[in-house]
């Protein structure tokens, strides 16, 4: 969609739309709060299409929701967990350029609105495919589930939102979608209205926010400043005959008041469901017969059997017979819990269950027992644990682990630093082969766990290697500082001695010492014009290769400094073309350069060859003998390239 500028005056109409998703998000709170302790989540999808870029008095769209986004965040913390949604915002024309930029989470104002100013429109509208996405995020068919979709456009995916919409109230257990259109002009927003509708939502424009202005303030009041429960709205009449459900974390324990999830079915009938939902307590109108019921509860569950009357409420009450599994993870004995460790649960046949990330995190499970593995970096350690029905069981695994912050300076006298260095811990002991087993790798100077014991610890920079054994306790920071005893060999290839510099040099460093069968260990080669090889200090030898022209060096780099070094290459250019009489154009020229001198044999060495006109040939400077061939003609002549210059020739054909 492209942006359409927009009449003055419209701002405030506008702006009242777009701040009543914060209506509706504060709204689901402050209803929330006096049914369930949870706060409810709500998945915010922003529209950052092309026609975003759209303005009103001047200011773009885009700006004027974030700025509205930011103004209100301080009223919502604490009310529901929120989540942004952008589309379009990465690429042009792509349907699946949609991104979940911040989970559904407690509010984090600041982290919030750095999400949101990054945003700049730029490509289509997927609004059904972001819909979507976000149900599946919030587990609709599991929870209940909000969606506030604020647009300025309709779909552009040809996708149609209200099947979706039908789809999405059908499966969910308690999912709405809101959607605040604005600047929509003249469209057809029916498809954006059967969106909301179709799932108990509202739809808002830009046509009716005049009208909202006094009800957006009231509600932001109230949900700014703690109010007495509102008074609930008159319940419908109860059927004749139904069930009011609850669970019991363990037999005369307390209700549990959230995470449920019920599903009743037909006893004896294995199908569809006939009642799906997360209500905590929840009262479900039932045709008189019997029914099976299955509760779960994080990794809890049970399931029982009952048989609805006549008429009136069935009270049943199911026991989950579980209790919550705290676990931590310490370096040592008395040692503060760590952060940043995995923990994965598994039941007694060893079937991974969950696995959470942090510092000390929680399962609810049924009563049993259960294996528990913690993984730190590199290190795991696993340890059993019995979760008992109604109780909390608090596990603290102690990993024995310390920790190695490595760094490193280029020579004995110099500050220790990290200079874009990598570092690898490897096991202290070698194998028969005299190598070491790696066990993790990090760039630059960073804290890094193992498990107690000793440990080689290699610093590389550039080419240059060095590494120290140390020994690490549990608890212990060991921060190891490595000489490298290197610097930077500085190498550039000149046309002549101390004339112009040449580009696009081949250069190849190798350690000066030859081996036995007279060659040579490489250590790094590479393109460039003034490469700079980080290197241990030593003697090297470089070779330096210019397209047809050679030359060396023996260069010596000292432990902390810099050597800057020139390669004299002697080296010119040929340039060589084909010409007709009066100019024309030859036929698929072919030139071929050999050296002018011939062999004992009269034949002379072949240096290379190539098609098309013109053609350059960087060579050492000396005499060629140049060969142009165009069907069954010949030109040859003798050349001469001199160091630092370019030699033209022209290979001329007569009729």
Known sequence: MKGIPMRKGRISTLLGVLVTFCTLAAGLSWQGSARAEEAENVMLIFDASGSMWGQIDGKPKYEIARDVVGGVLSDMSGKVNLGLMVYGHRTKGNCKDIETVIPVSPIDAGRYMTAIRKIRPKGKTPITAAVRKAAEGMRYREEKSTVILVSDGLETCKVDPCALAKELERDGVDFTVHVVGFDLKKQDTSSLRCLAEATGGKFLSAENAGELGQAVGQVVAAVKEPQPAPVPEPQPVAEPAGVKLSALLSEGGELVKSGLLWTITKAGEAGKPVKKTAKSQPELALEPGKYHVLVTHRLARAETGFEVPESGLLEKQVVLNAGLLKVSAIAEEGGETLTGVLFYLYDGAGKKLKSRGGGETGFVAGAGTYKIEVVFGKIKATASADIAAGETTDIVVTLGSGFIKPSMKLSAGADAGDRDVIYTIYEAKQNLQGKRKRLLSRRGSARMAVSSGKYYVEAKYGSAVAGVEVEVRA?????????????????????????????????????????????????????????????????????????????????????????????????????????????????????????????????????????????????????????????????????????????????????
């Open 475 to 655: 608890g212990q920071l060991v921060e190891p500082v490595i000489t490298l005893g290197a610097g930077i060999l500085s190498v550039r290839g000149l046309a002549t001695e101390g004339g112009e510099q040449l580009s696009k040099i081949y250069f190849t460093v190798f350690e000066n010492r030859k081996s036995l069968d007279g060659t040579r260990k490489k250590v790094i080669s590479g393109q460039g014009s003034t490469p700079k090889y980080k290197l241990s200090a030593g003697k090297y030898y470089v070779t330096a290769v210019y397209g047809f022209a050679r030359a060396s060096g023996e260069f010596e780099v000292k432990s902390g400094e810099l050597t800057q070094a020139a390669i004299n290459l002697n080296a010119g250019v040929l340039e060589a073309k084909a010409a007709g009489p009066d100019g024309k154009e030859v036929y698929r020229p072919y030139f071929t350069v050999y050296e002018a001198k011939k062999n004992l044999e009269g034949k002379r060495k072949r240096i290379t060859g190539t098609g098309g006109s013109p053609r350059s040939f960087r060579l050492t400077a000396g005499k060629y003998f140049l060969v142009v061939t165009s069907r069954k003609k010949t030109v040859e002549q003798d050349v001469e390239v001199k160091a630092g210059e370019r030699t033209e020739v022209t290979a001329e054909f007569s009729e």
